[in-house]
């Protein structure tokens, strides 16, 4: 392993999951260091996560098994919070990743931050909005089934009854990153994005890719430096307005 990867726990929550997300989740949770911990909750006696069951050992999740105790109580969140609290103290982990839907994980984000690390969520766009808040950047699995099932570009279309938000979120961002020379990096624009929605990401819009998101705006314009070098990098800004005399 590469010592400069962060190490992350993964800690999943299959009754508020899909066995459909797992190759999409793992694929993006490579993107951000490497999985250490791979651990799947659940009451595994209960024929409804016979779908998780079929992936386990494909993907070296190591299932918790969690009985529950008391009908309308969630015996699995507890032992997800308490699992990761004691993760948490080893002190071995960069970041983790919290995979639900579920509201009841929102003070264990904001614990796991205050201490200084990363928390990654996961979960379906019926997330609640205090859960999303509380990490550091959240992930829609529905984005994450849509990438596994295929590689070709995805048509833009939930976008279309709120391009004017889109546009104003972009445009902040862009305008609160601008450099001395009236520049703002792409790398930057991203990490302002998140910053202000951790939820923001570019496939729930219908592109794979942040630049082909601002592209698609039409109000931007781009300078792209040392095409050749194998390092290129992107600039971007708001298109200004042509002065009368301008051509």
């Known amino acids: 392993m590469n010592q400069n990867q962060a190490r992350l726990a993964v800690l999943i929550d299959a009754d508020n999951s899909q066995p459909s997300i797992i190759a999409g989740l793992l694929d993006e949770i490579a993107g951000h260091g490497v999985a250490s911990v791979k651990r799947i909750y659940g009451d595994w006696t209960d024929v409804k996560l016979k779908g998780w069951k079929n992936v386990l050992l494909e993907h070296g999740l190591h299932p918790m098994q969690q009985f529950a105790y008391t009908t309308g109580k969630n015996a699995t969140d507890s032992a997800m919070?308490?699992?990761?609290?004691?993760?948490?103290?080893?002190?071995?982990?960069?970041?983790?990743?919290?995979?639900?839907?579920?509201?009841?994980?929102?003070?264990?984000?904001?614990?796991?931050?205050?201490?200084?690390?990363?928390?990654?969520?996961?979960?379906?766009?019926?997330?609640?909005?205090?859960?999303?808040?509380?990490?550091?950047?959240?992930?829609?699995?529905?984005?994450?089934?849509?990438?596994?099932?295929?590689?070709?570009?995805?048509?833009?279309?939930?976008?279309?009854?709120?391009?004017?938000?889109?546009?104003?979120?972009?445009?902040?961002?862009?305008?609160?990153?601008?450099?001395?020379?009236?520049?703002?990096?792409?790398?930057?624009?991203?990490?302002?994005?998140?910053?202000?929605s951790p939820e923001f990401d570019p496939r729930s819009f219908g592109y794979k890719k942040l630049v082909d998101l601002i592209e698609g705006l039409g109000e931007f314009e781009f300078k792209y430096s040392d095409p050749l070098s194998g390092s290129q990098s992107i600039h971007v800004r708001v298109k200004r307005k042509k002065r009368s005399y301008e051509k």
């Open 81 to 196: 919070i308490i699992d990761a609290m004691d993760l948490l103290y080893t002190k071995n982990f960069d970041g983790f990743c919290i995979v639900s839907s579920d509201s009841d994980f929102t003070r264990l984000a904001s614990r796991i931050r205050e201490s200084g690390i990363k928390v990654y969520g996961f979960g379906e766009q019926k997330t609640p909005k205090s859960f999303i808040g509380a990490c550091d950047k959240f992930i829609y699995t529905e984005n994450l089934r849509r990438s596994s099932a295929t590689t070709a570009p995805i048509a833009p279309s939930t976008v279309k009854h709120d391009t004017k938000a889109l546009l104003e979120l972009v445009r902040n961002a862009v305008e609160d990153t601008t450099n001395e020379a009236g520049w703002s990096y792409m790398g930057a624009i991203g990490q302002n994005l998140i910053n202000k």
